[in-house]
């Protein structure tokens, strides 16, 4: 092999030796975790189906031919069947499978933003600010999530916007009391106090200085609750307080088949698999960054 001009052999040696960064290593560390890989493929798949999928297959998921209705899985041109109106499964499964990982990742950015803004304030501030905070967040515990997720849809307009935010005003509690845990143990550490003596404000603390040393669990728990927030989608969507038809939703997919099950199956089957695959997946990918991120957990 040529040698570069200029560079020594010790220097090659050292650059080939050198270890890979925390993004390289992070990334080989979860692709040995078996299932975290098994579940980040399948994501991949299910978001490339439900986004790039009708425009590749050309499929109108609002499309109603009654005169094939109930159509089986694999006849007619329908892969996975047809619905009582004679609309495509498939393209229902991808239009329904769309809107609720949309929901769950809008869900859960929402809510990690504003968990990890009381749980910030409330650890770093401690006293009467940081107890009226977590009091708060207790009493919101206090309540069966989604009766509570319920009691709220009576008073909105169903829809994707309000289910969105209904679901984020429910899931954030937990994130608050993970933050609020962290700062509560980091306030006291030496770069802290550091930062105090050079002058540094309380914000710049708490965003600068304490916040990249929390996101390990924070990113666990935002992962997990991607799965949360697209199971309390189905819940409430299935329970008929969520997304409405015409628009699809895996939630109100299961709804509108519940009364087929004996005779036509798959149109409570697709939906359910949908949910549970992309549960699950979710779930191995928190778990697999559970075990990068927080070494002792395992």
Known sequence: MMKAPGISETAMADAANCPPGPLRAGWRRLTRHKLATAGVITIALMVLLCFAGPMALRLDASYIDVLNRFAPPLTGGHLLGTDELGRDVLARLMAGGRISLTIGFAAMLISVLIGTVV?????????????????????????????????????VKPGIVSTTILISATCWMEVARLVEGQYRSLRNTEYVAAARTAGASGLRIMVVELLPNAMGPIIIVATLNVARAILLESYVSYLGYGIQPPVASLGNMLNNAQIYLTSAPWLAIVPGVAIALTVTSVNFIGEGLRNILEPRSR
């Open 119 to 155: 749980g910030m304030v409330a650890g770093y501030r401690r006293g009467f600010v940081g107890a009226l905070l977590m009091r708060f967040v207790d009493a919101m515990l206090a309540f069966p999530t989604i009766f509570l997720i319920l009691a709220l849809a009576m008073l």
